[in-house]
């Protein structure tokens, strides 16, 4: 039995959690300051997934050598151009980037962009040169936390847990947890985000909020920023937004003379100008002094690999695609590890089709809608036997994770597949496992505020009310607190207000340009009278979305998108 050993939780969140395991039982790490000795839900899911236990082929069990077989010889019969590699997030430790390295010296065809939070990181990238987070301890130091377009309280309950005594504004279409324990909610119209960032720069401007000292010296464009917001008078932004003038003044009185944080998510950014839009967020933040404060500042997903040396990289020249929008079946061969594209990518019956038209290997722990399509599926081993370091994109800490428990025997982790494939192909040998987690666990990247700050220079955003009427809705998804994207709990309801007409049960037909799916209905007033709410992970509300890329990320823009709803 196991003393003391450290697992990493390994699901995609901004927590980053440390639990350790004694003598078979997990619990949370209370040395780490984060975690401190608890789990959450999904955790506890985890433990009690039923994983793969065997590889299959073409759905009659196989031994794990066959199917490393049949992979070798379709890999050889493939020419590499038309072989895919897609990976997704199911597991965040950094030895899940292996594979990629064999298919990366091997010429197969990559991914680029992202269907998490790519939109808004190129705006911050654009801004302040990287994205990155300040110390956690400055959240902690703050006295004010606008939360805005993230579910606090469910997405990273234990960041929230060691800010919960503080005053919060809240900034998001729907009636959130933290939104109902928040001094102030402004309940905007989606996608609205950048006007109201501009509405609140004007009334800074007007209220000499701003510190024209400090903008010179430290930043580009913010007489230009400032005219851009100056173009609209206050009434129309009143309009568009939904938020009236005396709610926007209190926003000022609650933060005057505080020190404020900004805690953003990606409800502001899954839109085709999510990158612009986070530009404007971003740059009201600077306009109104945050990144001056000792303590306080702006928080996003971070980018963990941020200061690191990419440990698997390979300088090839393969050939990129954008992840929203990848048609499967323009390959032969498409290798999926840990992710579950017919649930979580947009566009589902795209999806589908292009995977009924080629041959897909699934390289994952579970069983999930993906595998339905696969030819061959080859079992990874899961969390608790496998050694790794899992950076994190909510604070500065890593996680460790030590073997506790063998590996089933007919399953094979990311690292050992990897090294498998390139001996197999005689191609230059991974690192030695021990020396890349040494790397992680030696090399602390320190923050680092940018240098000068650039300013949006031209805001063309087209805004999604231009084309709302009365009788359509906008799509909002958001994380549920008992699922982790498509793993565990999937809720497949549509949520709407009362003011809808619809009723508890009833089911629904809803459609949008992209594709239509049916839903059953949940009454909820949480939700603001125009949008229709459906929690990510939902198996069908992918029917309904676009699978093209953003502007400026190749990234995912599940919201850009209007959807009719009737009786079916
Ligand atoms: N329990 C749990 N935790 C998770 C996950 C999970 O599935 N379950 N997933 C993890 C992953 S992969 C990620 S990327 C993070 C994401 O976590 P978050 O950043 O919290 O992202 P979401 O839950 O997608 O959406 C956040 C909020 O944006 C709001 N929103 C939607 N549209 C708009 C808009 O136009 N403007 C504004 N201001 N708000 C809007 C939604 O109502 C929602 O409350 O969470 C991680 N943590
Ligand atoms: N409409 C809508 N769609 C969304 C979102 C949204 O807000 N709205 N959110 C998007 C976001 S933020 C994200 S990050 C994506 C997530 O999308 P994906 O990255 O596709 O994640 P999941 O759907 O959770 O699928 C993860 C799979 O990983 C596998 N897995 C788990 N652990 C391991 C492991 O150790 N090794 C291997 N090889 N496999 C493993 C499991 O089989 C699991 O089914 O979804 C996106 N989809
Ligand atoms: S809060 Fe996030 S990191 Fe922590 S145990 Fe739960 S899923 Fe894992
Ligand atoms: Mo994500």
Same mark, same amino acid.
């Given at each position: 039995?196991s003393l003391n050993?450290?697992i990493?939780?390994?699901l995609?969140?901004?927590?980053?959690?440390?639990?350790v395991?004694n003598?078979?039982?997990i619990?949370?790490?209370?040395?780490?300051?984060?975690?401190?000795g608890?789990?959450?839900v999904n955790?506890a899911?985890?433990l009690?997934?039923d994983?793969l236990?065997?590889?299959?082929?073409e759905?009659k069990d196989?031994s794990?050598e066959?199917?490393l077989d049949i992979?070798?010889?379709k890999?050889?019969?493939?020419?590499?151009s038309s072989?895919?590699y897609?990976?997704?997030?199911?597991?965040?430790g950094v030895?899940q980037?292996a594979? %990629? !390295?064999?298919?990366?010296k091997h010429?197969a065809?990559? @991914?680029?962009g992202? &269907?998490? =939070?790519?939109?808004?990181?190129a705006?911050?990238?654009?801004?302040?040169g990287s994205?990155?987070?300040?110390?956690?301890?400055?959240?902690?130091?703050?006295d004010?936390?606008?939360?805005?377009?993230?579910?606090?309280?469910?997405?990273?309950?234990?960041?929230?847990?060691?800010?919960?005594d503080?005053?919060?504004?809240t900034?998001?279409?729907i009636?959130?947890?933290?939104?109902k324990?928040?001094?102030?909610h402004?309940?905007?119209?989606?996608k609205?985000?950048?006007e109201?960032?501009l509405?609140?720069t004007?009334l800074?401007?007007?209220?000499?909020?701003?510190?024209?000292?400090?903008?010179e010296?430290?930043?580009?464009?913010?007489d230009w920023?400032f005219?851009i917001? %100056? !173009?609209?008078?206050?009434v129309?932004?009143?309009?568009t @937004?939904?938020?009236? &003038?005396? =709610?926007?003044?209190?926003?000022?009185d609650i933060i005057?003379?505080?020190?404020?944080?900004i805690?953003?998510?990606?409800g502001v950014q899954?839109y085709?100008?999510?990158?612009?839009?986070m530009?404007?967020?971003?740059?009201?933040?600077?306009?109104?002094?945050i990144?001056?404060q000792?303590?306080?500042g702006v928080?996003?997903?971070s980018?963990?690999?941020?200061?690191?040396?990419?440990?698997?990289?390979?300088?090839?020249?393969?050939?990129?695609i954008p992840v929203?929008?990848?048609?499967?079946?323009?390959?032969?061969?498409?290798?999926?590890q840990?992710?579950?594209?017919v649930?979580?990518?947009?566009?589902?019956?795209a999806?589908i089709?292009?995977l009924?038209?080629?041959?897909?290997?699934?390289?994952?722990?579970t069983?999930n809608d993906?595998?339905e399509y696969?030819?061959?599926i080859?079992?990874?081993s899961?969390?608790?036997s496998?050694?790794?370091v899992?950076?994190?994109y909510g604070?500065?800490n890593i996680?460790?994770?030590e073997i506790v428990?063998e590996?089933?025997?007919?399953t094979?982790?990311e690292y050992?597949l990897?090294k498998?494939?390139?001996?197999?192909f005689?191609?230059?040998?991974?690192?030695?496992?021990d020396?890349?987690?040494?790397?992680?666990k030696?090399n602390?990247?320190e923050?680092?505020k940018f240098?000068?700050?650039?300013?949006?220079?031209?805001?063309?955003?087209e805004?999604?009310?231009?084309?709302?009427t009365?009788?359509n809705?906008y799509?909002?998804?958001?994380k549920s607190?008992k699922s982790l994207?498509?793993?565990?709990?999937s809720?497949?309801?549509?949520?709407?207000?009362s003011?809808s007409g619809?009723?508890?049960n009833?089911?629904?037909k809803i459609s949008?340009k992209y594709?239509s799916?049916k839903?059953?209905?949940?009454i909820?007033n949480?939700?603001?009278?125009?949008?229709?709410?459906?929690y990510a992970g939902?198996?069908?509300?992918?029917y309904l979305?676009?699978?093209?890329e953003?502007?400026?990320s190749?990234?995912?823009?599940?919201q850009?998108?209007?959807?009719?709803?009737e009786?079916?």
């Amino acid at each position: 039995m196991s003393l003391n050993k450290k697992i990493a939780c390994p699901l995609d969140c901004y927590d980053t959690c440390q639990a350790v395991s004694n003598e078979g039982v997990i619990k949370g790490s209370k040395e780490n300051k984060i975690t401190n000795g608890r789990l959450c839900v999904n955790f506890a899911s985890l433990l009690k997934e039923d994983n793969l236990k065997n590889a299959k082929f073409e759905g009659k069990d196989i031994s794990l050598e066959e199917s490393l077989d049949i992979l070798e010889k379709k890999l050889k019969t493939t020419p590499s151009s038309s072989t895919l590699y897609y990976k997704g997030s199911g597991n965040l430790g950094v030895m899940q980037s292996a594979p %990629k !390295n064999f298919f990366a010296k091997h010429g197969a065809v990559l @991914t680029k962009g992202s &269907l998490c =939070d790519g939109g808004g990181g190129a705006g911050i990238e654009a801004s302040r040169g990287s994205v990155q987070n300040p110390p956690i301890q400055d959240l902690i130091d703050s006295d004010v936390i606008i939360v805005w377009g993230r579910n606090f309280t469910e997405t990273s309950s234990h960041i929230y847990k060691l800010v919960k005594d503080k005053i919060f504004i809240t900034i998001d279409p729907i009636k959130t947890q933290i939104a109902k324990k928040s001094e102030l909610h402004l309940q905007l119209n989606p996608k609205t985000d950048y006007e109201l960032a501009l509405y609140l720069t004007r009334l800074a401007f007007m209220n000499r909020l701003d510190d024209e000292e400090y903008l010179e010296d430290n930043s580009e464009g913010h007489d230009w920023f400032f005219d851009i917001s %100056k !173009n609209r008078p206050l009434v129309s932004y009143e309009a568009t @937004t939904g938020i009236a &003038l005396d =709610d926007a003044y209190k926003f000022f009185d609650i933060i005057e003379n505080k020190k404020v944080s900004i805690v953003l998510g990606l409800g502001v950014q899954k839109y085709f100008e999510g990158s612009q839009i986070m530009r404007c967020i971003d740059g009201f933040a600077m306009f109104l002094g945050i990144y001056k404060q000792e303590a306080g500042g702006v928080w996003y997903l971070s980018d963990s690999n941020y200061g690191y040396e990419k440990q698997f990289e390979v300088k090839g020249k393969n050939k990129k695609i954008p992840v929203p929008s990848v048609d499967f079946s323009a390959y032969d061969l498409v290798f999926i590890q840990g992710a579950n594209p017919v649930v979580s990518a947009p566009n589902t019956q795209a999806v589908i089709n292009g995977l009924k038209n080629t041959f897909v290997v699934f390289f994952g722990t579970t069983n999930n809608d993906t595998c339905e399509y696969a030819n061959l599926i080859i079992p990874s081993s899961d969390f608790l036997s496998k050694e790794d370091v899992r950076l994190s994109y909510g604070h500065e800490n890593i996680a460790i994770s030590e073997i506790v428990n063998e590996p089933l025997k007919e399953t094979i982790n990311e690292y050992d597949l990897a090294k498998y494939l390139i001996e197999k192909f005689s191609y230059e040998p991974l690192m030695q496992k021990d020396e890349i987690l040494e790397y992680y666990k030696n090399n602390k990247v320190e923050y680092e505020k940018f240098e000068t700050f650039e300013f949006i220079e031209e805001v063309d955003i087209e805004p999604l009310y231009k084309d709302k009427t009365d009788d359509n809705y906008y799509l909002i998804t958001a994380k549920s607190k008992k699922s982790l994207n498509s793993q565990f709990n999937s809720d497949n309801f549509v949520y709407l207000n009362s003011k809808s007409g619809f009723e508890d049960n009833q089911e629904v037909k809803i459609s949008s340009k992209y594709g239509s799916a049916k839903f059953k209905v949940k009454i909820n007033n949480d939700i603001k009278e125009n949008c229709a709410f459906f929690y990510a992970g939902n198996k069908y509300v992918n029917y309904l979305t676009v699978n093209k890329e953003d502007e400026d990320s190749f990234s995912a823009m599940y919201q850009e998108v209007l959807i009719q709803i009737e009786l079916s």
